[in-house]
């Protein structure tokens, strides 16, 4: 009985929790940022490893993952239409974990095991991410883009103020009707709400998502998912700051967007998103070796410090920036992450 009753413990404790996270979403983002942002204050500051500063912000983007869940639970949040599996949600699972962790996992296969032991992680954690997307894309989700991570962060206000029932829930759900022609969302004469409880706003409908599926989408797709893997055999091939290991994967992705650009109008607005992202992400190549090396480097040096120099109370900003831009140019502007 002695053993049984730490174990009872913890389950209560854990209940405990799941209705605290259910009930206070919004204290719970507080904490989250509070612990995110803790990461960014201690990077460096401990024995000078940046691996606790990873290693606290890959705990925290698992905690709010974690906490997603439990909320999505409570409201009853479906599972999306696209994934007709449980495979699917699994992959999902594990591609997101790795997203947040891979990076910690990288500075402690180099604290541990040296340069040989953090490519040969780097190695493994891409062939799994690759081998994921690739069954995501083939079977599992229609041919459409795989968001990054794949299970993003919970729109938490958007979920509480759905599964509340209130007035305008309950008319747009089961008292309304939509005209064929134009779209226009009325109410039936039997779902209108008591007077007192009438707020007379336009009512909202949501139109359903048409997801293309066309062959076009599983080329350019599978271009984004094969590029880390077709960089770091470049960079075997080539070496890390080689002009042809710099090139290679940035024509992989121009080309992979072009082919969506061209076929824009054929995806759905969360491909667009997701499009419109993998855009500005291509900003990150001014941040990547052998560029920021030959060019962006001093550029961005002068500019900072010119910054400093010239806007009162800025200074001291500019200096923590300029000594940590050293730091996140070797740690996170690499080619094979996203």
Same mark, same amino acid.
């Given at each position: 009985?002695?053993?049984?009753?730490?174990?009872?413990?913890?389950?209560?404790?854990?209940?405990?929790?799941?209705?605290?996270?259910?009930?206070?979403?919004?204290?719970?983002?507080?904490?989250?940022?509070?612990v995110?942002?803790?990461?960014?204050?201690?990077?460096?500051? +401990? %024995?000078?490893?940046?691996?606790v500063?990873?290693?606290?912000?890959?705990?925290? %983007?698992?905690?709010?993952?974690?906490? !997603?869940?439990?909320?999505?639970?409570?409201n009853?949040?479906?599972?999306?239409?696209?994934?007709?599996?449980?495979?699917?949600?699994?992959?999902? +699972?594990?591609?997101?974990?790795?997203d947040?962790?891979?990076?910690?996992?990288?500075?402690?296969?180099?604290?541990?095991? $040296?340069?040989? $032991?953090?490519?040969?992680?780097?190695?493994?954690?891409?062939t +799994?991410?690759?081998? $994921?997307?690739v069954?995501?894309?083939?079977?599992?989700?229609?041919?459409?883009? +795989?968001?990054?991570?794949?299970?993003?962060?919970? !729109?938490?206000?958007?979920?509480?103020?759905?599964?509340?029932?209130?007035?305008?829930?309950?008319?747009?759900?089961?008292?309304?009707?939509?005209?064929?022609?134009?779209?226009?969302?009325?109410?039936?004469?039997?779902?209108?709400?008591?007077?007192?409880?009438r707020?007379?706003?336009?009512?909202?409908?949501?139109?359903?998502?048409?997801?293309?599926?066309?062959?076009?989408?599983?080329?350019?797709?599978? @271009?984004y998912?094969?590029?880390?893997?077709?960089?770091?055999?470049?960079?075997?091939?080539?070496?890390?700051?080689?002009?042809?290991?710099?090139?290679?994967? @940035?024509?992989? !992705?121009?080309?992979?967007?072009?082919?969506?650009?061209?076929n824009?109008? !054929?995806?759905?607005?969360?491909?667009?998103?997701?499009?419109?992202?993998?855009?500005?992400?291509?900003?990150?190549?001014?941040?990547?070796?052998?560029?920021?090396?030959?060019?962006?480097?001093?550029?961005?040096?002068?500019?900072?410090?010119?910054?400093? %120099?010239?806007?009162?109370?800025?200074g001291t900003?500019? %200096?923590?920036?300029?000594?940590?831009?050293?730091?996140?140019?070797?740690?996170?502007?690499?080619?094979?992450?996203?």
């Amino acid at each position: 009985m002695e053993s049984v009753t730490p174990w009872i413990e913890l389950r209560n404790l854990y209940g405990k929790y799941v209705k605290w996270v259910s009930s206070n979403p919004s204290a719970l983002g507080d904490v989250e940022m509070t612990v995110k942002w803790l990461s960014y204050f201690i990077a460096g500051k +401990i %024995n000078n490893s940046p691996a606790v500063s990873e290693l606290v912000y890959s705990l925290s %983007n698992l905690l709010v993952f974690f906490n !997603d869940r439990i909320i999505e639970k409570s409201n009853g949040v479906a599972v999306q239409q696209s994934e007709t599996s449980p495979l699917a949600r699994q992959i999902k +699972i594990v591609l997101t974990t790795l997203d947040y962790c891979e990076v910690f996992i990288e500075l402690s296969a180099q604290k541990i095991w $040296g340069s040989r $032991g953090r490519w040969f992680l780097i190695v493994v954690v891409q062939t +799994i991410k690759c081998i $994921g997307r690739v069954i995501l894309t083939m079977f599992c989700q229609n041919n459409n883009i +795989i968001q990054n991570p794949p299970i993003p962060v919970l !729109d938490r206000k958007n979920l509480v103020e759905t599964a509340r029932p209130d007035n305008s829930t309950f008319q747009e759900l089961t008292d309304t009707v939509v005209l064929k022609r134009s779209g226009r969302v009325l109410r039936k004469v039997e779902g209108a709400p008591p007077i007192v409880a009438r707020t007379f706003k336009p009512l909202k409908h949501e139109p359903v998502v048409i997801r293309y599926g066309g062959r076009f989408i599983r080329t350019a797709e599978l @271009m984004y998912i094969l590029k880390p893997l077709i960089h770091l055999a470049c960079v075997r091939r080539y070496g890390f700051k080689s002009w042809k290991s710099y090139l290679v994967p @940035m024509a992989i !992705d121009v080309a992979s967007l072009r082919i969506y650009y061209k076929n824009r109008e !054929d995806l759905s607005k969360e491909q667009k998103q997701e499009l419109s992202r993998r855009c500005v992400s291509m900003l990150l190549y001014l941040m990547r070796s052998p560029f920021y090396d030959k060019y962006s480097k001093q550029r961005i040096a002068s500019l900072l410090t010119g910054i400093g %120099n010239k806007v009162p109370l800025t200074g001291t900003i500019t %200096n923590l920036i300029l000594s940590y831009i050293p730091h996140w140019q070797e740690t996170y502007f690499y080619m094979w992450s996203t």
